[in-house]
């Protein structure tokens, strides 16, 4: 009965470590997201646990390097592993990896990134327009790029990327300063179910480039002009054409009147609204956004002089209830109010800011 009882505790041991555990770890994994240096620790543990958790393809679908030395290297190291011919998100922000790591992945890694939804290069200057030809001649599915604060980037990188990946939605060309209006003319033509759009300090960009942008890309939801101050009022009022709208920075504005704020206020499922520094603005444009955009969280009229507590009232009047952060940092015609004045003109506000 010993060498029996034995023989059994032996077997459900080994269940234990051969099915059980694997099996649980791999239920774990799959519903609780975990940074895939862990997911590598684990492979490490068992062959049971290696082989469990290798043949589950949704454990494998992101590659982080992001500050990462030598991550183009990793990257196209990874890449030859069976279990990442499925990745969807390669993240390589501030990463070490330049142009030839890219000729790499398009030469002998294509196949690995065929289902490849996310590309982040924020931040890897070392890539040019060349490296984005090559990258994007393999990525066929790619829904979201983004490579801010890249000067080295140009209107032909833009050009290849439309080309190449039809089916973009959301794109952050933040600080890529060296595109001008013929890049966002291929964005227009290409991406008219574009849905977010980070055009951050691209300073050579006039009022043509960004209509085209309005007129042919109507699914925006979120569009981000800060620290672009050549656009005029000709361009600002077909932010109207933006049905869909929820996020809009102006930040820096400095062109924009009430005129063509009163024409933003069409869009009526705006959420977050940056006026800071729209110098020009006065209570009359503030007032109209007031009445258009009731669903309205956050306002920053952060410098601007011409606004008094008139513009404060009309809020009250028709954003009270969803508005949660406003700050008039600098509006010197709106007085300081306490805690219990502000909770009574705007029940949900959690932040506000004012003279500090």
Same mark, same amino acid.
């Given at each position: ?195 977010? =759009? /980070? $055009? @951050?300090? *691209?300073?050579?960009? #006039? &009022? ?8 042919? +890309? !109507?699914? %925006? ?51 977050? =609204? /940056? $006026? @800071?520094? *729209?110098?020009?603005? #006065? &209570? ?8 258009? +955009? !009731?669903? %309205? ?51 949900? =506000? ?7």
């Amino acid at each position: 009965m010993t060498m029996v009882g034995g023989l059994l505790r032996r077997e459900k041991d080994e269940t234990w470590r051969k099915e059980i555990v694997p099996r649980v770890f791999e239920i774990v994994s799959t519903r609780i997201t975990l940074p895939q240096r862990d997911l590598l620790t684990l492979l490490l543990t068992s062959p049971w646990l290696y082989h469990s958790l290798v043949s589950c393809s949704s454990l494998w679908q992101v590659l982080d390097f992001h500050e990462q030395r030598n991550a183009g290297d990793r990257l196209v190291r990874a890449l030859k592993l069976p279990r990442y011919h499925h990745v969807r998100h390669i993240n390589l922000e501030f990463g070490d990896i330049d142009n030839e790591h890219l000729h790499l992945l398009k030469n002998k890694r294509s196949e690995s990134l065929q289902d490849l939804e996310i590309l982040n290069l924020n931040a890897c200057q070392k890539i040019c327009d060349k490296g984005i030809q090559a990258v994007t001649r393999v990525c066929p599915n790619l829904k979201s790029f983004s490579i801010y604060w890249n000067v080295r980037v140009t209107d032909l990188g833009i050009k290849q990327l439309s080309q190449n990946c039809r089916h973009l939605l959301d794109l952050n060309l933040s600080g890529c300063q060296s595109i001008t209006d013929v890049g966002l003319n291929s964005i227009a033509d290409s991406y008219p179910e574009l849905e977010v =759009l /980070n $055009l @951050t300090r *691209c300073t050579k960009l #006039t &009022d043509d480039g960004l209509q085209q942008i309005l007129l042919k +890309c !109507s699914k %925006l939801q979120s569009l981000n002009l800060y620290a672009l101050s050549r656009f005029t009022d000709e361009a600002y009022k077909k932010i109207a054409l933006l049905p869909n709208l929820k996020f809009l920075d102006l930040c820096g504005a400095q062109n924009l009147s009430d005129q063509g704020l009163s024409c933003i206020a069409d869009c009526k499922n705006l959420t977050y =609204l /940056n $006026l @800071t520094w *729209c110098v020009r603005v #006065t &209570d009359v444009g503030v007032e109209a956004i007031a009445q258009g +955009c !009731s669903s %309205l969280e956050l306002l920053s009229l952060f410098g601007i002089i011409g606004v008094t507590d008139n513009c404060l009232e009309a809020l009250a009047r028709f954003c009270s209830n969803t508005l949660t952060t406003l700050d008039v940092n600098g509006c010197i015609g709106i007085k300081r109010r306490g805690r219990g004045e502000l909770l009574q003109l705007f029940p949900s =506000l959690k932040c506000f800011k004012v003279h500090s």
